[in-house]
Each structure stands twice: as structure tokens, then as C-alpha cells.
């Protein structure tokens, strides 16, 4: 039998239909990882869900994790720049011969599903058993899952989490998850599984009302951000902050975050939280198991927390950031991050979204703090063409202050070059947001260019 390369792999992945082409059913996916001997249950499942901060709150629980001496699986989406970023053992992707071989070790199965089933086992269901499949070969100790898009029917929910982190919740995906915040709520709250204990950030009323009535149904543990756990304290520090946690089983001072603005020492409580119920089970089920986590193992892993792609600083002279933000609540959060700990007196915009985000409250949000905005598109064919997206941002910033640069190289030249008219020492900026792909896109750009 020929074996796969890499790019045949992904080629083969990519052509059983775009990721965002949803079919609301678990059962392909059931059906595959059952013939597979169902990896999924061969370690414990951390899942984490939410509409924003769910893989830099999952990156922080695989720091957390390893730091403790664990082999841990990270199962994260979208990539920033190849699909094998999704799935890594031990904090490394795996490499492209090792995920040629997951693809062509699961693809006699998933054909076999596929002829069982109307609908063939999609992009998305076909990278979620490869990377059971990869953590179960490991083996590994446990398992950080992030969901792909909802909950209740994403297809990492055939895991069953023993611990379910949902971070905060605003309205995205509507088109697939419901258009409001009960809605949405209501599917991410189905990866809460019976006996499990839910670390829930701090919510919309509404949002955390559905949740808690999931976890009260099944009989799951809570933890509350703001009453069980949370952030205690936190102040600006050279390259990020520092802050003071309470986790569920103590407090930990002086803890580094190489990471900018409130909602990541959120993000750090929730993955702390998470961390210290999985570590209490364990400590249940192993006589001299330890309760609260040693404190320097906590500071080290956060210290060393990857956040590839958030707010995250690639040049200097002038200062440019690159930011995922893709929704109107990530963007307000980012907005106020950058307010809070950047001394900007200009800051130029660089603009790439996916024409089916509600790209109108993106630019409400990330208004106040641009003097001016470039229009421009990433790599991904869901991208809004420029000239479509500078109509809508003209109605928000007015003609003066738009322009429309069809290709990101030439907008991040451009954009570099407006900060430079004021000199590098006169608090000068870029800021390159508005999808994953755009982040992605930027830091490799970026990255070429020094």
C-alpha cells in the first residue's frame, strides 16, 4: 500500500468538504471511533468550549499540565498556519510524517462510515479521530480537547470530559448555534457530562443560567469564576502582567503572564481551576496524591504560556500586534487590552474578516482606538473581498480614514509605513486582527520579512 505524504493528507482531509459545512449529528463520528476501539476514552478528557478564549484558555492547562510531569494531547482549531498545529503530543505538533500516518491509519475506517452513512465523515470529524487515534497511540496521560464550534453536536463530544471549562460566551456562529445568548449557551453547555465538574467563566446572566441548569440535570460539580475561583489582583508588568489567583484549592501569588489584557488572567483562573479538578480527582482516586498545586510549578507554566496569534507583539520600532479576534466581544476585549497596556498616540489598522462574521460590529468595536483603517483579505477562500468589507467600514469610519489595499503584504507595508510618518519614538502602531487566517497569514509575513 502507497502511503500518504503530508500534502496528500491534507488534500484528502480538505476534500471531504469545508470545515464551516455542518451537519448536526454525532453519529459518523460515533460510529468512527467506535470501529477504531473508541481512542477517546483511553485517557481522561479535559473539554474546553466557548465563544472566546477557549485554545489560549486550553493552551494554559496544557502548560499547567505538563509542568506537572504529565504526557499530554492538545487538540486545538483553527491553525494559525498547517493543520498539524492541531495536533500535538508532549506541546509539539506532531510532525508531518506522524500525521500522514494518523490519516492513513483512519481513512480505511472513516470509508467504511462513509458508505454506512447519506453524509460522508466531514473535515472536521475526520482531524477529531485522527487525534484520538494520536493521543491513544501515545499513549498519553490526558487529553485538553477543545471543541470545535458549539457543543452538544461538535464531533469532540463523543469524549467525555471530566472536566468541562466553557470560557466567556457572546453571540457567533448564529447561523449554526442559535441567534441568542440562551441558544448558544444551550449547545456548548452539552459537553457538561454527568459527575463532572464544570469550571464556567464568568458568564452573561442568561448564558450562565443555561449552564448551571446543565450541570444541576446531569448532577456535574461546579466552579464559579468571581465565587470559587478567579483572579484576585493583577497589575501591568513588562511583557505582560502579573496576577494574583485563587484556584479551588489555594492562592498563588506573583504569577508572570507573558500575556496581554484582563480576559487572559481570566483565561489563567479558568485553566488553573480546571487544572486543580483534575488534579483533586486524581489526588481521590491515589492515595498520597497532592491537593494544591506547588506554587513555582504554577508560576513556571504560566510563565512559559503560548499564545501564538493573541495580541502578540512581532515587531518592535514600530510596534505591531497580531490579534485573532474574529467576533464583536473578542474585539471589545481586545480593544480595552490595548487601551489598558499600550501607550499608542496612533495606532493604524489592518482589517481581514470572514464575510460570514457580523463584520459591522467588529468595526464598531475596534473604531475608537484607529486613526487609520486598512481594508485588505487573508489567505482563506471565507475571506470578505476588500473592496466589499471598505464599503462597510466607511459607514463606520468615514471615507478619510479608510483605505483599501487588496493584498495583506502590501497592507502591512503600508500600515508600517503610516506609523513610521510619526516617528518610532512617537507611540506609533499596527494592528493586524479579524480572523485566525489573518493572524495567521501576518505572522508568517511578518516573519519573512525580518
Given at each position: 500500500m502507497t502511503r500518504s505524504s503530508y500534502d496528500d493528507a491534507v488534500a484528502g482531509i480538505r476534500a471531504r468538504g469545508v470545515e464551516w459545512d455542518l451537519d448536526p449529528s454525532l453519529d459518523r463520528i460515533r460510529d468512527l471511533v467506535d470501529i477504531l476501539g473508541s481512542p477517546q476514552r483511553a485517557y481522561p478528557v479535559i473539554h474546553v468550549t466557548g465563544t472566546n478564549g477557549k485554545s489560549s484558555t486550553a493552551r494554559m492547562i496544557d502548560a499547567l499540565l505538563r509542568e506537572r510531569g504529565l504526557r499530554v494531547g492538545l487538540y486545538t482549531s483553527p491553525e494559525l498556519h498547517t493543520m498539524r498545529e492541531r495536533i500535538s503530543v508532549d506541546g509539539e505538533p506532531v510532525t508531518e510524517e506522524r500525521f500522514a500516518e494518523l490519516y492513513d491509519d483512519v481513512l480505511p475506517y472513516a470509508e467504511m462510515v462513509d458508505a454506512k452513512h447519506d453524509v460522508k465523515v466531514s473535515f472536521f470529524e475526520m482531524l477529531t479521530a485522527m487525534a484520538f487515534a494520536a493521543f491513544a497511540d501515545a499513549p498519553v496521560d490526558v487529553a485538553v480537547v477543545e471543541v470545535g464550534m458549539g457543543g452538544a453536536w461538535d464531533a469532540t463530544n463523543v469524549a467525555d470530559g471530566s472536566v468541562a471549562v466553557v470560557t466567556p460566551i457572546g453571540l457567533d456562529h448564529t447561523e449554526y448555534l442559535g441567534d441568542t445568548i440562551e441558544a448558544i449557551a444551550?449547545?456548548?453547555?452539552?459537553?457538561?457530562?454527568?459527575?463532572?465538574?464544570?469550571?464556567?467563566?464568568?458568564?452573561?446572566?442568561?448564558?450562565?443560567?443555561?449552564?448551571?441548569?446543565?450541570?444541576?440535570?446531569?448532577?456535574?460539580?461546579?466552579?464559579?469564576?468571581?465565587?470559587?475561583?478567579?483572579?484576585?489582583?493583577?497589575?501591568?508588568?513588562?511583557?505582560?502582567?502579573?496576577?494574583?489567583?485563587?484556584?479551588?484549592?489555594?492562592?498563588?501569588d506573583e504569577v508572570f503572564l507573558p500575556l496581554f489584557g484582563d480576559y487572559q488572567a481570566s483565561n489563567a483562573a479558568c485553566a488553573l481551576a480546571a487544572v486543580e479538578a483534575f488534579a483533586r480527582g486524581r489526588a481521590t482516586a491515589e492515595p498520597g496524591g497532592e491537593d494544591r498545586l506547588d506554587a513555582d510549578l504554577v508560576r513556571a507554566a504560566f510563565a512559559g504560556?503560548?499564545?501564538?496569534?493573541?495580541?502578540?507583539?512581532?515587531?518592535?520600532?514600530?510596534?505591531?500586534?497580531?490579534?485573532?479576534?474574529h467576533n464583536p466581544a473578542g474585539m471589545a476585549a481586545t480593544v480595552a487590552a490595548i487601551t489598558e497596556e499600550f501607550g499608542f498616540t496612533r495606532l493604524i489598522g489592518?482589517?481581514?474578516?470572514?464575510?460570514?462574521?457580523?463584520?459591522?460590529?467588529?468595526?464598531?468595536?475596534?473604531?475608537?482606538?484607529?486613526d487609520e483603517l486598512i481594508?485588505?483579505?487573508?489567505?482563506?477562500?471565507?475571506?470578505?473581498?476588500?473592496?466589499?468589507?471598505?464599503?462597510?467600514?466607511?459607514?463606520?469610519?468615514?471615507?478619510?480614514?479608510?483605505?483599501?489595499?487588496?493584498?495583506?503584504?502590501?497592507?502591512?507595508?503600508?500600515?508600517?509605513?503610516?506609523?513610521?510618518?510619526?516617528?518610532?519614538?512617537?507611540?506609533?502602531?499596527?494592528?493586524?486582527?479579524?480572523?485566525?487566517?489573518?493572524?495567521?497569514?501576518?505572522?508568517?509575513?511578518?516573519?519573512?520579512?525580518?
Open positions: 444551550g449547545e456548548k453547555a452539552g459537553i457538561i457530562k454527568p459527575e463532572a465538574v464544570a469550571v464556567l467563566a464568568q458568564q452573561p446572566v442568561e448564558a450562565a443560567e443555561v449552564l448551571l441548569r446543565r450541570a444541576t440535570e446531569v448532577g456535574a460539580t461546579v466552579a464559579r469564576e468571581g465565587i470559587e475561583f478567579g483572579v484576585l489582583q493583577r497589575e501591568l508588568a513588562v511583557g505582560g502582567q502579573r496576577v494574583r489567583l485563587q484556584g479551588l484549592l489555594g492562592t498563588y504560556a503560548p499564545a501564538p496569534g493573541r495580541l502578540e507583539v512581532v515587531r518592535t520600532g514600530p510596534t505591531v500586534l497580531v490579534d485573532a479576534t489592518i482589517l481581514a474578516v470572514m464575510a460570514d462574521k457580523d463584520v459591522m460590529g467588529v468595526l464598531e468595536e475596534l473604531e475608537p482606538i484607529i481594508v485588505s483579505r487573508n489567505s482563506s477562500p471565507r475571506s470578505m473581498p476588500a473592496h466589499e468589507l471598505a464599503v462597510v467600514a466607511r459607514d463606520v469610519f468615514g471615507e478619510d480614514r479608510v483605505h483599501l489595499v487588496a493584498r495583506l503584504d502590501d497592507a502591512i507595508d503600508q500600515a508600517i509605513g503610516l506609523a513610521d510618518q510619526s516617528g518610532e519614538f512617537a507611540g506609533a502602531g499596527v494592528l493586524i486582527t479579524g480572523s485566525v487566517a489573518t493572524a495567521g497569514d501576518a505572522r508568517l509575513l511578518m516573519k519573512a520579512s525580518q
